[in-house]
């Protein structure tokens, strides 16, 4: 059984940052490809950043390019989302997500990802 779960999320002024952390159990997590997803209320969800399996590639959002870096730690099992200089328009609910990742196309797409963690609220205040 898959567990993911996301921790670091909170309240920040505009133009702060913050590290999202992401954990995985219960899968071959070297073996995935992550991504980082967010909803707001009202908003469809939609992709953020992704990674590939081994770390070499990254895909970004046009909305976070240059503010947002994605890394991993395979050993520890584990993601990151750097976010700096956050705004108002990045408040939403985080996700974690592990998949296969489909290709450079659609690394963005929640139809990738398989495995699920229940999220980390974002909030930036303008």
């Known amino acids: 059984q898959a567990d993911i779960a996301e921790s670091g999320g909170g309240l920040v002024q505009e133009g702060g940052a913050l590290r999202l952390s992401c954990t995985a159990s219960?899968?071959?997590?070297?073996?995935?490809?992550l991504a980082w997803f967010r909803q707001a209320p009202g908003k469809e969800r939609e992709g953020v950043s992704a990674?590939?399996?081994?770390?070499?590639?990254?895909i970004y959002a046009d909305s976070v390019k240059g503010r947002f870096t994605i890394s991993r730690d395979n050993v520890k099992n584990s993601v990151y989302l750097q976010m700096n200089d956050l705004k108002p328009e990045d408040t939403a609910m985080y996700y974690c997500?592990?998949?296969?990742?489909?290709?450079?196309?659609?690394?963005?797409?929640?139809?990738?990802?398989?495995?699920w963690g229940h999220g980390t609220q974002v909030t930036v205040s303008s």
């Open positions: 990674i590939t399996y081994g770390g070499s590639g990254q």
């Open positions: 997500a592990a998949g296969w990742g489909g290709n450079w196309n659609t690394m963005l797409s929640d139809e990738e990802y398989k495995y």
């Open positions: 219960g899968l071959s997590f070297a073996n995935y490809a």
